[in-house]
């Protein structure tokens, strides 16, 4: 399928992902009417209808997607109840920092990961250390990781902050090192073990031995011709995380006060913020259908088969 024709599929995709929002959010019990009652017993069941018709709750629920709907397409995409804001300024600084977040520790675990698998697959010496590896990261739950570093750094030695974001004059820098170390330590597991398989079927294929056969060096059959074709399979599980990350970096994010996506979500949420939350929810499947895009893309380029 050409880019166009994927873009216009992310298109409608995102259409009917909001439909379907919207009515779910919509059929959930209470309503911001109902919470403004429980808080203000002196308001009037005439009083509750008229804010309903007002705001239009009244109305049926597909009447009131396509109003909505409308308005977003102009540009207007409301208030947030729970925090007297409208939408886009709540939005865009938390989409930036978990973005930042998020794409600093997936370069650092890819990184890391495929120069680990790849030196697992070429030297069997290193495959039990780098195994170990490998399985200390899956197998530490990342609040422990994230604790851990805090009282290390922060509050034993007082290297870096324990969290929060850097004021006017501090070096942002300082207070990102503990969360993106905390991800990327939890996602190092997946992009180690991916690479090393991927990387030893791909020094296993014919076309390996005939290199072999030619005279070419180890290191020219391992980055020219095997790792362009192990590299697809951890650009897929990059495009995936890219997405799964963004909603799911809440509790890093919390750990570390930070404010993102993953907890403006939960906040939203919990707080029954609908319009925020379903806002919040679109963006974030935008995001990870824009990172599947850009990984086909990225098979494409490496993978001529793929064209």
């Known amino acids: 399928m050409s880019i166009a024709g994927r873009l216009l599929q992310i298109l409608l995709t995102t259409a009917l992902l909001s439909f379907v929002f919207f009515m779910l959010i919509g ?35 597909v009447e009131r997607y396509l109003a ?40 650092i675990a890819a990184g890391a990961g495929v120069a680990f698998g790849v030196a697992a697959a070429l ?24 604790i851990l570093l805090i009282m290390i750094f922060a509050v034993t030695l007082g290297w870096l902050p324990a969290g929060g974001m850097a004021e006017e004059g501090e070096a942002a820098w300082r207070f990102l090192v503990l969360p993106v170390a905390t991800l990327a330590f939890a996602q190092l597991a997946a992009y180690t073990r991916h690479a090393a398989a991927a990387m030893a079927d791909a020094l296993r294929a014919p076309w390996i031995r005939t290199a072999r056969a030619r005279g070419a060096s180890e290191a020219r059959i391992a980055w020219q011709h095997a790792f362009p074709n192990a590299a697809v399979p951890v650009i897929t599980l990059i495009g995936l995380d890219a997405g799964a990350l963004v909603s799911g970096a809440v509790i890093t994010e919390a750990l570390f006060a930070r404010p993102g996506m993953g907890k403006l979500i939960y906040d939203a949420v919990m707080g029954n913020d609908s319009n925020l939350a379903l806002l919040a929810l679109l963006v974030v499947a935008v995001v990870t259908m824009l990172g599947s895009l850009a990984a086909d893309l990225a098979q494409r380029a490496l993978d001529p088969r793929l064209r």
């Open 27 to 61: 059929l959930m019990p209470g309503d911001p009417i109902d919470l403004a009652i429980a808080g203000d017993p002196r308001l009037s069941a005439e009083d509750a209808a008229r804010l309903r018709a007002l705001y239009g709750l009244d109305r049926p629920l």
């Open 123 to 146: 030297k069997q010496g290193l495959a039990g250390p780098i195994g170990l590896i490998a399985l200390l990261a899956q197998a530490v739950p990342g609040f422990w990781l994230g």
């Open 68 to 107: 909505w709907a409308g308005g977003v397409l102009e540009g207007r995409f409301g208030y947030s109840r729970l925090f007297a804001q409208p939408v886009a300024d709540l939005l865009w600084p938390a989409l930036r920092s978990t973005l930042l977040l998020v794409g600093l520790a997936l370069l």
